[in-house]
């Protein structure tokens, strides 16, 4: 399925806030594990250095436990945004299709079936609502990600930085 569509895009008014607000909490959860990761590879990386004193070790303990909890919060919010997106994505879909509906003359509704219409419409809407919570966030993270990390990486490895970027 072709993720951008002309008519799917023209029905997100209403939904952009809440997909630029998945975006933006997918983006600080993905700033706090990479935090993570840096801290654990320091703690491992000096573990066995005389110079890394109790206070270093406490202090990185501490960094690790606090953006552990940032995590958690962050996907917390993440799933709470998604809900919503949902609602507010199933709230609008349904009152298009409403309207549209409600616009159809008695006869074609006749000639294709009212519990036909009904199922339809609600399997569509099923499909949207994820369609608008899940995967076009995604596809925005998708391709803010990849930038984050080549501009993480790249001071240690240039080169595996631009692998990286290009797969």
Not at 28 to 52: D, K, R
Not at 80 to 90: D, G, K, N, P, T
Not at 119 to 131: C, I, K, L, N, P
């Amino acid at each position: 399925m072709l993720l951008l569509d002309k008519t799917l895009l023209k029905m997100t008014k209403g939904l952009w806030g809440w997909i630029l607000s998945l975006v933006v909490i997918r983006v600080c959860s993905l700033v706090m594990i990479t935090s993570f990761a840096t801290h654990i590879s320091y703690f491992l990386g000096n573990m066995m250095n005389p110079t890394f004193t109790h206070d270093e070790i406490k202090n990185v303990v501490i960094q690790i436990l606090i953006v552990s909890v940032l995590i958690f919060v962050f996907q917390f919010i993440q799933g709470e945004l998604e809900y919503r997106a949902q609602a507010a994505a199933r709230s609008s879909i349904r009152q298009k299709l409403f309207t549209k509906t409600m616009s159809l003359d008695a006869g074609y509704i006749e000639k294709i079936g009212p519990n036909s219409a009904i199922t339809s419409a609600v399997d569509g809407v099923e499909q949207m609502q994820v369609y608008y919570s899940v995967y076009l966030p995604s596809l925005l993270f998708s391709v803010i990600a990849p930038i984050y990390l080549f501009t993480k990486i790249y001071p240690s490895s240039f080169l595996i930085a631009c692998i990286l970027l290009i797969v």
